[in-house]
C-alpha cells in the first residue's frame, strides 16, 4: 500500500518529538534511590470523541443552525470550530478513517461494510498494520471505552458466534456497550456488552441516548476503583441523527410549528447566521436547488404540515442527543477533569436525503425501492418519531442542513464531505470561540490526538507492526490562522468522486437520487470543476474555462486512487450486484438448509434463512410443562416488519408484519398440551394462476394439521432487526409475549428449509 510522503513526514515528527517510553513515564512515578517520589508530571488529558450521524455543516446552532445544540455551543465557545474539515461521504468509510489515522480505502472500507467487495479497499478488513487510534491510548496506559453505533464489521460477522476480529474489544476498546449495525431502533435497540447480547433497561421511558450517557458516566467514574487518575478515551457514537429519528414525546412538542417556514426560508437563515458568526464569507451564495427539490412555497398545506413536523421530530432527536451530552459534561466537571479533557465533536458525513422527496415513515423502505409517497406517510403524522415509527424527514431539509453547499450524504460534492468539526481543552487550547478555516480531514484526528497527548505511535500492535498515518497532525492550527500546508485529497463513494486542493475542486457523481439503492449510477461522468473560494455552493463549473486546472486534478485523483487502492470504482446498484453471487454461493453450500440446535439470537444475513424468498418449511421441537404457554419459536424482524412462529397460552401462530406495521396473523384452532411436540410451518409460494396472489400458511404438530389458509403477504426481510430462535430481541413481531426474553421451555432442533 503506497502512502502520502507528506504522511510519513508527520509521523516521524511526531515520533522524534517524543522520547521512547515518554508516555509511559508520564503515568510511573518510580521513587528515587533516597526513597523520594518523582514529583509527578501533569497529568494526560483525557479525552472524548462524539461522533454525530449524518449531521449536517448547518445544523448545529454554533454553525448557524436552526436546532439548539447548547451543550455543543458549550464546547464551540470553549474552544475551536473548523469550518473546512472533511470526511468520507457515509458512515464505515467515516469512522474508519477517524479511528485509524488512514484514507478509508487504505483500510479497506471505502464504502460501507454492508456491501463489502472482494477487493482491498472494500472488502471491510481493516488491517492489523491500521492499529486504532483506541490501541495506541490503550498501550500509552488509557482507559478505552466505546458506546454507542459501531458499524464497520464485514458481513455476516455481527453476531455472537463471531468472528470478533473487528468488533471493539479487538480494536483496543476495553468496554463496549452499543450497537453493531447502521442504525437501530431508539426506544427497542438491540444492544451489546462488551463481545455479549445484552437487553436494554427497563422502562416506558427509556431512549438510548439517555442509556448512553448513563453509561459513559459510569465508566467514567469507574476508574475509582482502582486509579481515578488514570487518563481515558472515550468514543461516544450515537446513532443521534441518523434515522431512525426517534425522541421522547415531550421533546418533540417543544419544536411544534418551528420548522412551519420550510426548508427555503431555512436556508437564508441559516446562511445570514453562518455569515454572521464567520463560517461563511460574505459573498457566499446556497447552492442551487435540486431540480426533484419542489419549492416550499408551491406544496400543498397537508404536505407542509407534514414535512414540518419531519423536521420538528429530526429537531427534537439532535437537541435530546445535545442534552444527553451534557449530563456527560457535567460530570466532567463535577470531577474537575473537563479541563483537562480534549473534547471533539464531529460528525461522520453531511445531511441524509435517503428519506427521498417524501421522507419516510419507515427509513429501511428505500432498501426495498418502494419508499412511501406523501399521503402513506401522513397516516403516521401524529406519531411521527415515537415507538412504532421508524422515520426519515424528506430531502429538503438535508438540503438545508448542509446550507449553503451542495447535495448530500454519499456524494462528494461539498454537502457530503463538509460537516462539522469543533475541539476544545481548556487547559491545552488558548483561542476561545474562534473559527478555524485550515482544510482538515477524518485521517487527521488519530495523529493530531495522539501528538496533543504526548503518545508516541505504537510501533507494533498484536505482533504486527504498524503503517504510517496518512492523516496529517492539524495540531498547529490550536494556536494559529495560517493557512495549511499544501494538500490534495481524493473522495470516492459508490463511484462518487472528487479531490480537493486548496480551494479548487474536481467532483463527478454517480446518481443524484440516493435513496435509490438499485438504480443505475455511472462511474464515467465527465469532470465539474469549482472554486470554492468564489463559489462555495458548486454553482458554477468552470470545466470548459480552465481545462489545465482539471487536467491536473484529473491526474492528481487517479495517482491518489492508486496509491490508496480506489480502484476498480462501482456504483451502488453494481455492489448490490456483486453481492448476489455471494449469497448463491451460501445458499448452495447450505443446500438450502439452516439448522440451529439450540436457541440463538441476533444473527444478520448471510446467517439467516432468507425467507423473503416468499416459501420455505420450518421443522422444530418445542417442549413445554404446564398449559398454555407464550413465547417465540422464530422471530426474523419486528414490530416494523418480519415473520415469526410463537405459542400464544399453547396455540402456534404464525405471523407476518409488513413495514407499516399491520399484521396478518394465522392462528392455529387449538392448543397444544404439555410435552414434548415437532411442529412443522409451511409457507407455500404465490400461486401465479391466482390473480389475488395468495399463499398457503399450514401449521402442524406431530403430524396433525392444526391450520391450513391462504393470505396475500410478502415476507420482509427483518428490515433493522435481527434473527432469533427460542426468544425475540428488540420490539417483537408477535404479540402476547415479552420480548428479550427466552421462550418458556425448550425450542430445539430447527430446521429451515428454502426452495
Request: glycine fraction near 10%; charge should be neutral; aromatic fraction near 10%.
Amino acid at each position: 500500500m503506497g502512502l502520502l510522503q507528506h504522511s510519513i513526514s508527520a509521523v516521524a515528527l511526531v515520533a522524534a518529538s517524543l522520547a521512547p517510553g515518554a508516555a509511559i513515564a508520564q503515568a510511573v512515578a518510580p521513587p528515587l534511590s533516597d526513597g523520594t517520589a518523582v514529583p509527578r508530571q501533569a497529568p494526560r488529558p483525557n479525552v472524548l470523541i462524539w461522533v454525530l450521524d449524518d449531521v449536517g455543516f448547518a445544523q448545529l446552532s454554533c454553525f448557524g443552525g436552526l436546532v439548539p445544540t447548547p451543550n455543543i455551543d458549550r464546547i464551540a465557545r470553549s474552544g475551536l470550530r473548523y469550518s473546512n474539515y472533511h470526511t468520507p461521504p457515509i458512515c464505515s468509510a467515516s469512522r474508519a478513517a477517524i479511528l485509524t489515522g488512514r484514507n478509508s480505502h487504505s483500510v479497506h472500507l471505502g464504502g460501507h461494510a454492508a456491501v463489502a467487495r472482494d477487493f482491498p479497499g472494500y472488502d471491510g478488513r481493516v488491517p492489523a498494520g491500521a492499529g486504532t487510534l483506541a490501541e495506541n491510548f490503550r498501550q500509552a496506559g488509557y482507559a478505552t471505552f466505546a458506546l454507542g453505533k459501531w458499524d464497520h464489521v464485514p458481513p455476516g460477522e455481527s453476531t455472537p458466534a463471531g468472528p470478533m476480529t473487528y468488533w471493539p474489544l479487538r480494536q483496543g476498546f476495553e468496554r463496549f456497550y452499543g450497537f453493531l449495525a447502521a442504525e437501530t431502533d431508539n426506544f427497542d435497540p438491540l444492544l451489546w456488552q462488551d463481545s455479549s447480547p445484552t437487553d436494554r433497561p427497563a422502562g416506558a421511558d427509556y431512549h438510548l441516548n439517555a442509556d448512553l450517557a448513563d453509561r459513559a458516566i459510569a465508566m467514567i467514574d469507574g476508574r475509582n476503583a482502582v486509579d481515578p487518575a488514570k487518563p481515558f478515551f472515550l468514543y461516544w457514537a450515537t446513532g443521534t441523527a441518523h434515522a431512525p429519528h426517534h425522541a421522547p414525546a415531550d421533546w418533540i412538542a417543544r419544536f411544534r410549528g418551528k420548522f412551519d417556514m420550510g426548508w427555503d426560508k431555512a436556508r437564508d437563515r441559516i446562511l445570514a447566521s453562518q455569515k454572521a458568526q464567520g463560517l461563511q464569507p460574505g459573498h457566499a451564495k446556497p447552492a442551487p436547488r435540486p431540480a426533484i427539490l419542489p419549492a416550499w412555497d408551491g406544496l400543498k398545506p397537508a404536505e407542509q404540515r407534514l414535512y414540518a413536523r419531519q423536521m420538528e421530530v429530526f429537531a427534537a432527536a439532535l437537541a435530546y442527543a445535545d442534552a444527553q451530552f451534557g449530563r456527560i459534561l457535567d460530570a466532567l466537571e463535577r470531577r474537575g477533569e473537563l479541563d483537562n479533557t480534549i473534547v471533539v465533536i464531529v460528525s461522520d458525513n453531511g445531511a441524509s436525503a435517503e428519506g427521498g422527496p417524501t421522507g419516510s415513515y419507515h427509513e429501511l423502505l428505500f432498501a426495498r425501492d418502494a419508499l412511501p409517497s406523501a399521503a402513506e406517510n401522513m397516516a403516521f403524522l401524529d406519531r411521527w418519531g415515537l415507538p412504532g415509527t421508524y422515520p426519515h424527514y424528506a430531502m429538503g431539509w438535508a438540503v438545508a442542513g448542509n446550507t449553503p453547499y451542495r447535495n448530500y450524504k454519499q456524494t462528494t460534492y461539498e454537502g457530503g464531505t463538509r460537516v462539522p468539526l469543533i475541539v476544545a481543552w481548556p487547559k491545552g487550547i488558548a483561542a476561545k470561540g474562534a473559527v478555524r478555516s485550515q482544510f482538515v480531514h477524518a485521517s487527521d484526528i488519530t495523529p493530531t490526538l495522539l501528538a496533543a497527548a504526548g503518545v508516541a505511535p505504537a510501533a507494533s500492535v498484536n505482533d504486527a507492526p504498524q503503517l504510517p498515518f496518512e492523516g496529517r497532525d492539524f495540531g498547529y492550527s490550536f494556536t494559529t490562522t495560517a493557512a495549511a500546508p499544501p494538500r490534495a485529497q481524493y473522495f470516492e463513494m459508490f463511484g462518487h468522486k472528487g479531490l480537493l486542493a486548496g480551494d479548487w475542486k474536481i467532483v463527478t457523481y454517480s446518481k443524484l437520487e440516493t435513496w435509490n439503492m438499485f438504480g443505475p449510477g455511472r462511474t464515467d461522468r465527465p469532470w465539474e470543476l469549482y472554486d470554492l473560494g468564489q463559489d462555495p455552493g458548486e454553482s458554477t463549473d468552470l470545466a470548459a474555462a480552465r481545462p489545465d486546472k482539471l487536467a491536473e486534478l484529473d491526474r492528481e485523483f487517479d495517482a491518489q486512487a492508486r496509491r490508496f487502492n480506489v480502484y476498480p470504482i462501482a456504483d451502488q446498484a453494481a455492489m448490490n450486484r456483486e453481492l448476489g453471487p455471494k449469497f448463491a454461493a451460501d445458499f448452495a453450500r447450505r443446500q438450502g438448509k439452516w439448522t440451529y440446535p439450540a436457541p440463538v439470537a441476533r444473527l444478520v444475513p448471510p446467517n439467516v434463512p432468507p425467507l423473503s424468498r416468499g416459501s420455505f418449511t420450518m421443522r422444530a421441537q418445542v417442549g413445554f410443562a404446564g398449559d398454555g404457554p407464550s413465547g417465540p419459536i422464530f422471530a426474523h424482524g419486528g414490530r416494523m416488519g418480519g415473520s415469526g412462529l410463537y405459542l400464544d397460552q399453547g396455540r402456534p401462530v404464525f405471523v407476518v408484519r409488513a413495514m407499516n406495521g399491520t399484521a396478518q396473523v394465522f392462528a392455529a384452532a387449538r392448543a397444544l398440551p404439555a410435552g414434548t411436540h415437532r411442529i412443522e410451518l409451511r409457507v407455500g409460494p404465490a400461486d401465479p394462476a391466482n390473480p389475488r396472489g395468495e399463499r398457503s400458511v399450514v401449521i402442524s404438530a406431530d403430524g396433525e394439521t392444526l391450520l391450513s389458509r391462504t393470505g396475500r403477504f410478502e415476507i420482509p426481510g427483518g428490515p433493522g432487526e435481527t434473527f432469533e430462535v427460542g426468544r425475540d430481541d428488540g420490539s417483537i413481531v408477535g404479540e402476547n409475549y415479552p420480548a428479550n426474553a427466552p421462550f418458556p421451555g425448550e425450542v430445539r432442533d430447527v430446521t429451515f428449509s428454502v426452495p
